[in-house]
């Protein structure tokens, strides 16, 4: 397979697993791709469906969040499943495939970042949260998220189909984004992009946590409940970054480890990408009070 658009070729060492491995990881993948997506449609149902919910600022940041989850969850599994049955994918519709994902992982650390926001007014300027907060700055703020990630992206296409040959562009290949967007710029882009992007999202959840805190005078509910939110916005913010150095993980082991490429490939994947998507509901839609009371007739939450 070319790697250039010089003549250089090389030869790849292609590992595939027996079909029963091959049938068992494919089935645990699905299985928690479809658990997951119907804990998190039923968020999104249920917020379509309660005006107390839609009307505000802070569940539509999160419903964004979930939304983005979904389409995450499913391009997994679905370049996971497709990798077996077919290994390899055309350029076009891999490279389509991976540009809506690199959009969607984009959108939730900077979601975060107007989530912890959001909190912060909340808490220290009440009387103006609901001027400051609106449906329509929320949703100016989702529109913001998803113009950053699709300039992102656009400049990875651009850069590869001007640099890359029409056979290439018309070839197959396995889905991973290094095999697609192979310029070596856009890899020093792609990471000063996600540094830039976690430094602005840490110093957003620092300021706003310690202003918190610094400007409560007294211990509240409220208070108490807004650092806890804050702390555990972090906490998603880390489970976030993990996408960032799945490559570099993946590599790593598979250095380390050559003997079980395949073994560690599917241990990273689930816990890079299927984690983070498995405990975000948890954290926000079932510890969320107002949300819960709803949630408790689809008996996802115990009464």
């Known amino acids: 397979m070319s790697l250039s658009n010089t003549a250089r070729n090389v030869t790849a060492v292609v590992h595939r697993d027996s079909l029963n491995i091959a049938i068992i990881k494919n089935v645990v993948t699905v299985f928690l791709c479809i658990s997951i997506n119907y804990v998190n449609g039923v968020l999104v149902h249920t917020f379509g469906k309660h005006q107390v919910l839609n009307m505000n600022s802070r569940y539509i940041l999160y419903i964004h969040m979930v939304i983005n989850d979904i389409i995450l969850m499913t391009l997994f599994t679905l370049l996971q ?5 077919v290994f390899t994918l055309n350029i076009s519709f891999c490279m389509f495939l991976l540009m809506i994902g690199i959009v969607a992982s984009l959108n939730n650390p900077l979601t975060l970042a107007a989530m912890a926001i959001e909190c912060y007014i909340a808490i220290c300027f009440p009387l103006r949260h609901i001027q400051i907060c609106t449906v329509k700055k929320a949703y100016a703020v989702i529109g913001l998220t998803w113009v950053i990630g699709t300039l992102s992206v656009l400049a990875d296409l651009f850069v590869t189909l001007a640099t890359e040959s029409m056979e290439f562009l018309h070839s197959r ?20 992009t996600n540094i830039v992007l976690m430094v602005i999202v840490w110093i957003t959840l620092f300021y706003t946590y310690f202003r918190i805190i610094f400007a409560a005078k007294t211990a509240t509910a409220d208070v108490r409940k807004a650092r806890n939110t804050l702390l555990l916005h972090g906490f998603q913010l880390i489970l976030c970054m993990l996408t960032y150095v799945y490559g570099l993980t993946l590599e790593g082991l598979t250095y ?3 003997s079980g490429t395949l073994a560690i490939r599917f241990t990273v994947s689930i816990l890079f990408h299927v984690l983070p998507r498995l405990i975000s509901p948890v954290i926000y839609g079932l510890r969320d009070k107002t949300f819960r009371k709803f949630l408790q007739r689809y008996r996802l939450v115990c009464l």
């Open 173 to 192: 290949v396995f889905c991973f984004p290094k095999n697609v967007f192979r310029h070596p710029s856009l890899t020093e882009k792609s990471n000063i």
């Open 81 to 85: 499943v497709l990798s077996y049955i």
């Open 256 to 258: 380390l480890f050559p």
